[in-house]
C-alpha cells in the first residue's frame, strides 16, 4: 500500500478490550530508535502509523475501518460523504494534512502536515442526551494525553479542549450527519508533534512534544483515543462520566469568564460543574446558579 492512494483498513472486532495502551505506548517508545522503525525525533509515515494501529487497537467498533488519506479539506467533510455513502458506525478518517480544517464556532482549525491527529469518527447514538457527547469525548481524549505525557495537569476545559499545563492541545468538533441526529460526525485535532505555532496561536495552543519535551508516537496515541472514546460513549447510561469530568476541569470552582462571540456579550462567574446534559454550571453574583450551553471559558474577554 502506498501513502500516495487512500487506504482503507477493515479489522475483524476484537473481544478483549483491555486498555493495551500503556503496553503499547512504552513497547512503541522502546521500538523508536531501534532498526525496525524511525529514530528518536522523527515521526512516522501515515501509512505506517494506520497499519501499526490497526495491528494494536482493541475495540470492538471504533476505528473497525480506518480510511486513510495523505491530505483532505477536512476529515469531518470525508466523515459526512462516508455516511451519505453508507459507511458503517465506527469508520474514522484519518489524514496527515487538513487544507480546510474546520473548528468549533465557524472557526479554522489549522496543523501542520505530518506531526499532529486529524481525524473523525462517525458515531451512531440510540442515547437520549447528546448533548454531552462532546464533554465525554474531551475526556476520552484527555486520558489518553495524560498517558502520553508525563507533565501536568492536563485538563479540560469546558466544553470539550483539552490542555495541558493550560495551553490547548486538542479540540472536538461534533457534527450532526443526519436529520434524526442518529448520526453523528465526532472530528478530533491532537496537536502531538509540532513544534511551530503561528504568533497568535503561540500564547494559547501547545502540544504533546512542546510540553513534554519527547516525540510522542502517533499510533499508540490514536489508539488510545479510540479504545477511550469506545468506552465513554458507548457506556451511556453510566454518570460515572461526570464524576471524572468535573475532577479534572479547567478553573472548577474557580472564576471565569464565559464569553459569547455571536454576540459579543459575556457572563462572569464561578464554575461549579456541569449537568449530566453537557451544561455548564456557572455561578455569578447578579443571576445566580445558571446552566449554559454555549460559549467560551476565559480568564480575560477577547479584545474586539
Ligand atoms: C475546536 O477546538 O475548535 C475543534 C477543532 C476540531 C478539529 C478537528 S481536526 C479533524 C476534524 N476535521 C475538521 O475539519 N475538524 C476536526
Redo the contacts with the bound molecule.
Keep these: 500500500m502506498s501513502v500516495e492512494t487512500r487506504l482503507t483498513i477493515l479489522r475483524s472486532p476484537h473481544k478483549n478490550r483491555s486498555s493495551s495502551f500503556r503496553r503499547f505506548y512504552n513497547i512503541t517508545r522502546l521500538y523508536m530508535g531501534t532498526s525496525d522503525g524511525p529514530m528518536i525525533g522523527q515521526d512516522i509515515p501515515l501509512e505506517e502509523l494506520t497499519a501499526r494501529a490497526q495491528r494494536a487497537l482493541r475495540t470492538r467498533v471504533l476505528g473497525r475501518r480506518i480510511v486513510a488519506e495523505p491530505e483532505v479539506d477536512?476529515?469531518?467533510?470525508l466523515a459526512r460523504e462516508g455516511i451519505r455513502d453508507g459507511a458503517s458506525a465506527g469508520t474514522v478518517y484519518l489524514t496527515d494534512h487538513?487544507t480546510?480544517?474546520?473548528?468549533?464556532?465557524g472557526?479554522s482549525?489549522s496543523?501542520e502536515p505530518g506531526q499532529n491527529l486529524?481525524?473523525?469518527v462517525i458515531i451512531e447514538t440510540a442515547g437520549p442526551v447528546l448533548t454531552n457527547i462532546p464533554l465525554r469525548a474531551a475526556l476520552a481524549v484527555r486520558d489518553a494525553v495524560d498517558v502520553a505525557v508525563s507533565v501536568k495537569p492536563v485538563e479540560v476545559k469546558w466544553p470539550?479542549?483539552v490542555l495541558i499545563r493550560g495551553k490547548?492541545c486538542a479540540?472536538?468538533?461534533l457534527e450532526a450527519a443526519s436529520s434524526d441526529q442518529s448520526r453523528l460526525v465526532l472530528?478530533?485535532?491532537v496537536n502531538v508533534n509540532q513544534i511551530s505555532f503561528s504568533p497568535e496561536h503561540r500564547e494559547t495552543a501547545t502540544s504533546l512534544r512542546l510540553e513534554s519535551g519527547d516525540v510522542v508516537d502517533r499510533a499508540a496515541l490514536f489508539c488510545g483515543i479510540l479504545e477511550r472514546l469506545e468506552l465513554r460513549l458507548l457506556n451511556a447510561t453510566s454518570t460515572r462520566w461526570m464524576v471524572d469530568y468535573e475532577k479534572v476541569m479547567y478553573r472548577r470552582a474557580e472564576d471565569i469568564t464565559l464569553y459569547f462571540p455571536e454576540r459579543e456579550s459575556s457572563v462572569s462567574g464561578t464554575i461549579r460543574g456541569i449537568a449530566e446534559d453537557g451544561a455548564l454550571l456557572l455561578e455569578s453574583p447578579e443571576l445566580g446558579c445558571r446552566a449554559y450551553y454555549a460559549g467560551d471559558v476565559t480568564t480575560r474577554i477577547p479584545e474586539a
Excluded at 480546510?100 to 464556532?105: A, D, E, F, Q, S
Design positions: 477536512s476529515t469531518n467533510r487538513q480546510h480544517g474546520r473548528g468549533r464556532l472557526r482549525w496543523a486529524l481525524f473523525s470539550n479542549d490547548k479540540g472536538m468538533l472530528g478530533i485535532g
